[in-house]
C-alpha cells in the first residue's frame, strides 16, 4: 500500500519529517508538478526564470535531489574561456578538445564547442545548445562559474581548480617542482621564473612547485627572479618584457622556468637576440610539451602533459556523475630533458 506522507498528519515523528515531493514543490511554487519535473532534471521548454524559481523552492524546502533519477548525458558543451581561445593557449587546449571529443564519441555524446567570457550572455548560448552537462576548460571567473552551476546541469572543470566543483588537473605542483630541481641539478644558481596570472590555479601551483624546490635546495629566492607577464598586454608582448625584465637585472639569471612552452620559446628568441648562447649562458624550462616545444633553436626541456587524457578524464568524471561530493583528478607529469637546458659537458649536482 502507498503511504500519502501529506495526510498522516500527527503521526508522524517530528524528529523524521516527511520527505518533500514534487507535489510539494508544485503547490508552493504554483505551477504544475511536469514543470517541477522538467526543471529538476533540466529539460528543455521552460524558461531559465522558471528553472529558477523551481530550484530555489526545492532548495527552500529541502528537496532531496538524490531522489532524481540521473538523466542519461546526450549532449556535451565543452567551454573554454575566451582569453585561452587565443594562438598561444591553442596548443594546449586543442588536444584537451579532442581528448574530450573521442571520448564523447565513444559514448554516443554530441558535443559542442563554445568559447565564452562574462559578457557573453553564457546562460542564453546554453539554451541554444541545450547540452545535458557542461565541462569548463581554463580559468573561469567564480562568478561566471557560479552562473553555470544555477543552470543545475553537471558541471567539470579541466586545467581549473575551485572548492565544490570537480576538476581535473595536470600535477602542476609537481611539475613546477620537478623543472626547478632540474636546474638546480645542472649547478644553475639564479633560477628565474616567468608566471602568467597568479590568479590561474595551474599558473599559482607551478611557481609553488618552483619556490619549493629553491627552498629544499637552500637556496634564497630572490623576489626580482620571480616575474609574471604584464597586464593589459598581448601574450608574445608580455612575456618578451618578463624576459626582458630579468636579463637587464644588475645580476641577471643563468636559468629560466617558464610556466609553458610559449613563454619558454618567446624567452629563447629574447635570449638569443640578446647575445647569450641557450643553454650554456642560460638553460631554459617550460611546461606542457606542446608540439612546437621541439621547433625552437633548442628543443626544449618541458614536462609532458597528455593533453587528450585531461579531456578524457572530464567527460569520465561526468559520465560517473560525480558532482556530490566533487571529486578531483590529478593526471601525472613526466619531465622530459632537451637541449635547452643541458650541455654536453653537463656534470648533475650531487
Same mark, same amino acid.
Given at each position: 500500500?502507498?503511504?500519502?506522507?501529506?495526510?498522516?498528519?500527527?503521526?508522524?515523528?517530528?524528529?523524521?519529517?516527511?520527505? $518533500?515531493?514534487?507535489?510539494?514543490? +508544485?503547490?508552493?511554487?504554483?505551477?504544475?508538478?511536469?514543470?517541477?519535473?522538467?526543471?529538476?532534471?533540466? #529539460?528543455? *521548454?521552460?524558461? /531559465?526564470?522558471?528553472?529558477?524559481?523551481?530550484?530555489?523552492?526545492?532548495?527552500?524546502? =529541502?528537496?532531496?535531489?538524490?531522489?532524481?533519477?540521473?538523466?542519461?548525458?546526450?549532449?556535451?558543451? @565543452?567551454? %573554454?574561456?575566451?582569453?585561452?581561445?587565443?594562438?598561444?593557449?591553442?596548443?594546449?587546449?586543442?588536444?584537451?578538445?579532442?581528448?574530450?571529443?573521442?571520448?564523447?564519441?565513444?559514448? *554516443?555524446?554530441? %558535443?559542442?564547442?563554445?568559447?565564452?567570457?562574462?559578457?557573453?550572455?553564457?546562460?542564453?548560448? %546554453?539554451?541554444?545548445?541545450?547540452?545535458?552537462?557542461?565541462?569548463?576548460?581554463?580559468?573561469?571567473?567564480?562568478?561566471?562559474?557560479?552562473?553555470?552551476?544555477?543552470?543545475?546541469?553537471?558541471?567539470?572543470?579541466?586545467?581549473?581548480?575551485?572548492?565544490?566543483?570537480?576538476?581535473?588537473?595536470?600535477?602542476? &605542483?609537481?611539475?613546477?617542482?620537478?623543472?626547478?630541481? &632540474?636546474?638546480?641539478?645542472? =649547478?644553475?644558481?639564479?633560477?628565474?621564473?616567468?608566471?602568467?596570472?597568479?590568479?590561474?590555479?595551474? $599558473?599559482?601551483?607551478?611557481?609553488?612547485?618552483?619556490?619549493?624546490?629553491? @627552498?629544499?635546495? *637552500?637556496?634564497?629566492?630572490?623576489?626580482?627572479?620571480?616575474?609574471?607577464?604584464?597586464?593589459?598586454?598581448?601574450? /608574445?608582448?608580455?612575456?618578451?618584457?618578463?624576459?626582458?625584465?630579468?636579463?637587464?637585472?644588475?645580476?641577471?639569471?643563468?636559468?629560466?622556468?617558464?610556466?609553458?612552452?610559449?613563454? +619558454?620559446? !618567446?624567452?629563447?628568441?629574447?635570449?638569443?637576440?640578446?647575445?647569450?648562447?641557450?643553454?650554456?649562458?642560460?638553460?631554459?624550462?617550460?611546461?606542457?610539451?606542446?608540439?612546437?616545444? !621541439?621547433?625552437? &633553436?633548442?628543443?626544449?626541456?618541458?614536462?609532458?602533459?597528455?593533453?587528450?587524457?585531461?579531456?578524457?578524464?572530464?567527460?569520465?568524471?561526468? %559520465?560517473?556523475?560525480?558532482?556530490?561530493?566533487?571529486? #578531483?583528478?590529478?593526471?601525472?607529469? /613526466?619531465?622530459?630533458?632537451?637541449?635547452?637546458?643541458?650541455?654536453?659537458?653537463?656534470?648533475?649536482?650531487?
Amino acid at each position: 500500500m502507498r503511504i500519502d506522507h501529506n495526510n498522516i498528519g500527527d503521526s508522524v515523528n517530528p524528529d523524521y519529517p516527511a520527505p $518533500v515531493t514534487i507535489r510539494d514543490l +508544485a503547490k508552493h511554487a504554483g505551477v504544475s508538478t511536469g514543470t517541477i519535473s522538467r526543471a529538476l532534471k533540466n #529539460e528543455p *521548454g521552460l524558461t /531559465e526564470h522558471t528553472r529558477q524559481m523551481v530550484l530555489s523552492a526545492a532548495r527552500e524546502l =529541502g528537496y532531496d535531489f538524490c531522489k532524481l533519477r540521473r538523466k542519461r548525458i546526450r549532449r556535451l558543451a @565543452f567551454l %573554454l574561456h575566451r582569453q585561452h581561445n587565443t594562438a598561444a593557449s591553442s596548443p594546449f587546449y586543442s588536444p584537451v578538445l579532442h581528448g574530450a571529443e573521442e571520448a564523447c564519441r565513444k559514448q *554516443g555524446i554530441v %558535443l559542442s564547442f563554445m568559447a565564452v567570457g562574462p559578457a557573453d550572455g553564457v546562460n542564453d548560448q %546554453l539554451r541554444m545548445h541545450a547540452p545535458d552537462a557542461i565541462v569548463c576548460a581554463g580559468f573561469f571567473e567564480p562568478e561566471l562559474l557560479a552562473a553555470l552551476r544555477a543552470s543545475g546541469k553537471p558541471l567539470v572543470l579541466i586545467d581549473m581548480k575551485l572548492r565544490g566543483y570537480s576538476s581535473v588537473n595536470p600535477d602542476n &605542483h609537481m611539475g613546477g617542482y620537478l623543472a626547478t630541481r &632540474h636546474l638546480v641539478q645542472l =649547478g644553475r644558481e639564479r633560477i628565474a621564473m616567468i608566471s602568467g596570472s597568479l590568479s590561474h590555479y595551474s $599558473v599559482r601551483e607551478r611557481n609553488r612547485g618552483y619556490r619549493q624546490a629553491l @627552498f629544499e635546495a *637552500g637556496m634564497l629566492a630572490d623576489p626580482r627572479l620571480d616575474v609574471s607577464l604584464p597586464d593589459g598586454v598581448d601574450f /608574445e608582448t608580455g612575456a618578451q618584457e618578463a624576459m626582458q625584465s630579468l636579463l637587464s637585472l644588475p645580476h641577471p639569471p643563468d636559468a629560466v622556468f617558464c610556466y609553458n612552452d610559449a613563454a +619558454a620559446l !618567446v624567452a629563447m628568441r629574447c635570449a638569443l637576440a640578446a647575445g647569450l648562447s641557450v643553454p650554456y649562458d642560460l638553460s631554459i624550462a617550460g611546461f606542457d610539451d606542446i608540439a612546437s616545444a !621541439v621547433l625552437g &633553436h633548442r628543443p626544449l626541456t618541458t614536462l609532458r602533459v597528455d593533453k587528450k587524457q585531461l579531456g578524457a578524464l572530464g567527460v569520465e568524471l561526468l %559520465l560517473r556523475g560525480a558532482q556530490e561530493p566533487a571529486l #578531483e583528478k590529478v593526471a601525472p607529469v /613526466e619531465l622530459v630533458v632537451r637541449a635547452s637546458t643541458v650541455c654536453e659537458d653537463f656534470r648533475p649536482r650531487k
